[in-house]
Nanobody, 134 residues
Framework: QVQLEESGGGSVQAGGSLRLSCTAS????????AGWFRQVPGKEREGVAF????????YYADSVKGRFTISQGIAQNTLNLQMNTLKPEDTAMYYC???????????????????????????WGQGTQVTVSS
């Protein structure tokens, strides 16, 4: 059974940095496209950052562009999200998600609209909380 586990969340002051990691069991991010989503209670889930299985395509929400960086880890089953210049509005539960790169023909990983859609992902982690204070 595929499992995704996030780590690295915590509390930080505005302007600070955090690095989230996602560790997968039974899959490698070299054959799975992946992304980070976040959600605040009472609000819709928001896509944050996404990466194709070959690492050649990345996509970011406008709200985090220039501040967040998604990357594949040295270990093939890890995914990272470097978050810099954090703002209070970044406070949320952050989730890692993944799906097979060849799902539905494979083109979805290179289509920003599909790569950033929560419905494209089959596997989800339990989340890690990020709290940014002003």
């Amino acid at each position: 059974q595929v499992q995704l586990e996030e780590s690295g969340g915590g509390s930080v002051q505005a302007g600070g940095s955090l690095r989230l990691s996602c560790t997968a069991s039974k899959i490698t991010f070299r054959t799975y496209c992946a992304g980070w989503f976040r959600q605040v209670p009472g609000k819709e889930r928001e896509g944050v950052a996404f990466i194709s299985s070959d690492g050649g395509t990345t996509y970011y929400a406008d709200s985090v562009k220039g501040r967040f960086t998604i990357s594949q880890g040295i270990a093939q089953n890890t995914l990272n999200l470097q978050m810099n210049t954090l703002k209070p509005e970044d406070t949320a539960m952050y989730y890692c998600a993944a799906n097979w790169a060849r799902f539905n023909g494979g083109s979805w990983c290179r289509d920003p609209a599909l790569l950033s859609a929560g419905t494209s992902y089959k596997y989800w982690g339990q989340g890690t909380q990020v709290t940014v204070s002003s």
